[in-house]
């Protein structure tokens, strides 16, 4: 554990809580993508199987409570609870063109094949590229509510926290995983163009479009 890691979690925790304030208060799923939400899902599922089998700390073991539970609730707060204002017309990216890659990469380039590491693997893999249909929501939309810029920007600050996660250990460890420092680079370069318009934009009370 370092400052970078634990700011990159609580990054991450926040960018959830932001989420699901943001479906519970409005009672809407307006301009989130489920698509995102599912790959999110299945990252955490096929990561975290290990939370019955392997202790590593509380903080851990917490930790991936936490997202299981949440990415569950916020699947099912789109597809069931809050269904009736969820997008699906403009919610259209292809996510098995997401898929399949992930899975056969992470088949053939991974530390070890068995099947908890190939699953791993995949989670990281996937990662990297699960924003991609919320990316794309927006892009047709047009533009993201503040609230969703936010949470955007703060999941997208939660990888770029992990890179500087990655750089310490290196540093001070002398340890590194190219596997998730490869992903890592893929999803903080995804966000790159949002994060300048999030900067320009948005912290100026504007709201935020992507290009068409």
Known sequence: ?????????????????????????????????GKSQILFAVVYLTRYLDLFTTYVSLYNSVMKVLFLATSG?????MYV?????????????????????????????????TVMEVL??????????????QLFLVSKTGEAESITSHYLFALGSYRALYLLNWVYRYMVESHYDLIAIFAGIVQTIL??????????????????????
């Open 81 to 113: 609870k809050f269904k009736a204002t969820y997008d699906h017309n403009h919610d259209s990216f292809r996510i098995e063109f997401l898929l399949v890659p992930c899975a056969l990469l992470s088949l053939v380039i991974n530390h070890e094949f």
């Open 120 to 133: 791993w693997t995949f989670s990281i893999y996937l990662e990297s590229v699960a924003i991609l249909p």
């Open 1 to 33: 554990m370092n400052i970078f890691r634990f700011a990159g979690d609580l990054s991450h925790v926040f960018a959830i809580i932001i989420l699901l304030l943001k479906i519970w208060k409005t009672r809407s799923c307006a301009g989130i993508s």
């Open 73 to 77: 609730a916020t699947v099912y707060f």
């Open 191 to 212: 966000y790159c163009d949002f994060f300048y318009l999030y900067i320009t934009k948005v912290l100026k009370g504007k709201k935020l479009q992507l290009p068409a």
